[in-house]
């Protein structure tokens, strides 16, 4: 058994590996001290390459256990990405007195998962680690039309304009197959592994990050459809993960993944830290030969929320008769209809230390103000609201010269078991919800606030403080790898 471990520079050819580019841009190693073993995931075969397992010499075996992605990600520094995984990289990992190299989930704050080349001599066959292109840079899914299929659910993603979800804000849900033309996008490759989807119901919308700007972009934004728009909130990655799978990446942070959460009675695509055993994480394409249906010309006006300009206006396109039915009250938008402003939800039930996010559609202006009746019962930030204790108060938005408001109840029994070490939301359970709890806290504290019991829970690394650390040791629990903290 030889595994592949990190120790100090000792000028021995075990140290020395061939890099050989095998295409799709993936690259195989050789060893410097025997050139019949390479690099080799320790796995029994293709299909169980997990988080977890260990890097390893073996001999030739051409397949995805000894195939990897070099991705460059800026100072000459490098992940090594799984062939098989993308979403798995290489690590380190304390083991048996020596820090073997592993597999692991990326997280962008651990440079443990970075890598250097230092160049010896190359050969012809050796491209430049620079020109390897992220996963998916090959085109590996080809332009045209698909749906879009939760693996988890098996449920398609549905473009769910006002019909389905009310009001003037069109987030991306998961839902039953009905045949309509807002479960049907356009893919088209823009180069540099990145794509675009376009809406099959109207390719002036583009699926689309709901983030103010690019910047904005983060764990817990709405996938919503929007205007198109040339930067990158609009440009995702394709990446299989093998049986026909993919994860579908953010193009601003490709740790930020298309998963599932549940909202106002809808199942919604949001942006999430990467879990490799989530489902509801990974997506099937079903090609369609048929042409997307097209519409008649209409104007669509932005969800009204804080940072998003006004949607163009799409261009009058000659119409083409779907071949499924469509639901009449969704062909138009009456230019003249101005729904109230109103909360998302108008009404919740909360406990003590809870916290939730509040969405406001129809607001005639970008900047909303946020206030609360009682501070004491529920405080207000930037929409996301704090149950503080026990009581009622009423959350209102001032935008434009209109208002509306919201009706919180907070129960007092929400207290939460602080002895589960990493239950960092409070439902007595270790899951990857904790972690991305975690991960969310450590990106914003004032928005993402846990509680006292809560920070308590989800230090559980065995170092002081929180960390990103402690969302990969809850991971591992969820993933069973580990047992107990």
Same mark, same amino acid.
């Given at each position: 058994y030889?595994?592949?471990i990190?120790?100090?520079k000792?000028?021995?050819?075990?140290?020395?590996?061939?890099?050989?580019?095998?295409?799709s841009?993936?690259?195989r190693?050789?060893s410097g001290?025997d050139?019949?073993?390479?690099?080799?995931?320790w796995?029994?075969?293709?299909?169980?390459?997990?988080?977890?397992?260990?890097?390893?010499?073996f001999?030739?075996d051409?397949?995805n256990?000894?195939?990897f992605y070099?991705v460059p990600i800026g100072?000459?520094?490098?992940?090594i990405e799984?062939g098989?995984?993308?979403r798995?990289?290489?690590g380190t990992e304390?083991?048996n007195?020596?820090t073997?190299?592993?597999l692991?989930?990326?997280?962008?704050n651990n440079?443990n998962q970075?890598?250097k080349?230092?160049g010896a001599?190359?050969?012809g066959n050796?491209e430049?680690?620079?020109?390897a292109?992220k996963?998916?840079?090959?085109?590996?899914?080809?332009?045209g039309?698909?749906?879009?299929?939760s693996?988890g659910t098996?449920?398609y993603m549905?473009y769910?304009? +006002?019909?389905k979800? +009310?009001n003037?804000?069109?987030p991306?849900i998961?839902?039953?197959?009905d045949g309509?033309?807002?479960?049907?996008?356009?893919?088209s490759?823009l +180069?540099? +592994?990145k794509?675009r989807?376009?809406?099959?119901?109207?390719?002036?919308?583009s699926?689309?990050?709901?983030?103010?700007?690019?910047a904005?972009?983060?764990?817990g934004?709405?996938?919503t459809?929007?205007?198109s728009?040339?930067n990158n909130t609009?440009?995702?990655?394709?990446?299989p993960v093998g049986?026909?799978e993919y994860v579908?990446e953010?193009g601003?942070?490709?740790?930020?993944?298309?998963?599932?959460?549940?909202k106002n009675g809808?199942?919604?695509?949001?942006?999430?830290?990467?879990?490799?055993n989530?489902?509801n994480?990974?997506?099937?394409?079903?090609?369609?030969?048929?042409p997307?249906?097209t519409?008649?010309?209409?104007?669509?006006?932005?969800?009204a929320?804080t940072?998003?300009?006004?949607?163009?206006?799409?261009?009058?396109?000659?119409t083409k008769?779907?071949?499924t039915t469509?639901?009449p009250?969704?062909?138009?938008v009456?230019?003249?209809t101005?729904?109230a402003?109103?909360?998302?939800?108008d009404?919740?039930i909360?406990?003590?230390?809870?916290?939730?996010?509040?969405?406001?559609?129809?607001?005639?202006?970008?900047?909303?103000?946020w206030?609360s009746s009682?501070?004491r019962?529920a405080?207000v930030k930037?929409?996301i609201?704090?149950?503080?204790?026990?009581?009622?108060?009423e959350?209102y938005?001032?935008?434009?010269?209109e208002?509306c408001k919201?009706?919180i109840t907070v129960?007092a029994?929400?207290?939460?078991?602080?002895?589960?070490?990493g239950d960092?939301?409070?439902d007595?359970?270790v899951?990857v919800a904790?972690?991305?709890?975690v991960i969310?806290?450590?990106?914003?504290?004032?928005?993402?606030?846990?509680t006292p019991?809560?920070l308590?829970?989800a230090?559980c690394d065995g170092?002081?403080?929180?960390?990103?650390?402690d969302?990969?040791?809850i991971q591992?629990?969820?993933a069973?790898?580990?047992?107990?903290?």
């Amino acid at each position: 058994y030889y595994p592949i471990i990190v120790c100090d520079k000792d000028g021995s050819p075990e140290q020395n590996f061939n890099l050989r580019s095998v295409g799709s841009g993936k690259y195989r190693f050789s060893s410097g001290y025997d050139g019949s073993v390479y690099m080799n995931v320790w796995a029994g075969t293709e299909s169980e390459v997990s988080l977890g397992c260990d890097i390893t010499g073996f001999s030739n075996d051409d397949n995805n256990t000894q195939r990897f992605y070099i991705v460059p990600i800026g100072n000459d520094e490098f992940l090594i990405e799984s062939g098989q995984n993308s979403r798995l990289v290489l690590g380190t990992e304390d083991r048996n007195g020596y820090t073997h190299v592993v597999l692991q989930a990326y997280n962008k704050n651990n440079r443990n998962q970075v890598w250097k080349l230092e160049g010896a001599s190359t050969s012809g066959n050796t491209e430049p680690a620079s020109s390897a292109p992220k996963p998916g840079g090959n085109a590996e899914v080809s332009n045209g039309r698909y749906n879009i299929i939760s693996v988890g659910t098996g449920k398609y993603m549905n473009y769910a304009y +006002g019909w389905k979800a +009310g009001n003037k804000y069109y987030p991306m849900i998961v839902c039953d197959k009905d045949g309509s033309p807002e479960q049907i996008f356009d893919l088209s490759h823009l +180069g540099s +592994g990145k794509y675009r989807a376009t809406s099959g119901y109207n390719s002036g919308i583009s699926i689309n990050t709901w983030a103010g700007t690019e910047a904005d972009v983060k764990a817990g934004c709405d996938i919503t459809g929007f205007a198109s728009e040339d930067n990158n909130t609009q440009k995702f990655y394709f990446v299989p993960v093998g049986s026909g799978e993919y994860v579908i990446e953010s193009g601003q942070d490709s740790s930020l993944v298309f998963g599932l959460t549940e909202k106002n009675g809808y199942t919604h695509v949001t942006l999430q830290t990467y879990n490799p055993n989530d489902k509801n994480q990974r997506w099937k394409l079903n090609a369609l030969d048929t042409p997307a249906p097209t519409e008649a010309p209409v104007t669509t006006k932005a969800p009204a929320t804080t940072a998003k300009p006004a949607a163009a206006t799409t261009q009058a396109a000659e119409t083409k008769a779907p071949t499924t039915t469509v639901k009449p009250s969704a062909t138009t938008v009456p230019a003249a209809t101005k729904a109230a402003m109103k909360i998302i939800p108008d009404e919740i039930i909360m406990k003590t230390g809870d916290t939730n996010e509040l969405l406001i559609v129809n607001a005639p202006d970008k900047t909303v103000k946020w206030t609360s009746s009682n501070t004491r019962v529920a405080a207000v930030k930037d929409g996301i609201v704090t149950a503080a204790g026990a009581g009622e108060a009423e959350i209102y938005a001032v935008s434009g010269g209109e208002s509306c408001k919201c009706r919180i109840t907070v129960e007092a029994d929400g207290s939460m078991n602080a002895g589960v070490k990493g239950d960092a939301n409070g439902d007595s359970k270790v899951n990857v919800a904790d972690a991305v709890a975690v991960i969310q806290y450590i990106s914003n504290q004032t928005k993402y606030a846990l509680t006292p019991a809560a920070l308590a829970n989800a230090d559980c690394d065995g170092v002081a403080g929180i960390s990103g650390n402690d969302a990969i040791m809850i991971q591992k629990i969820d993933a069973g790898i580990i047992t107990s903290f």
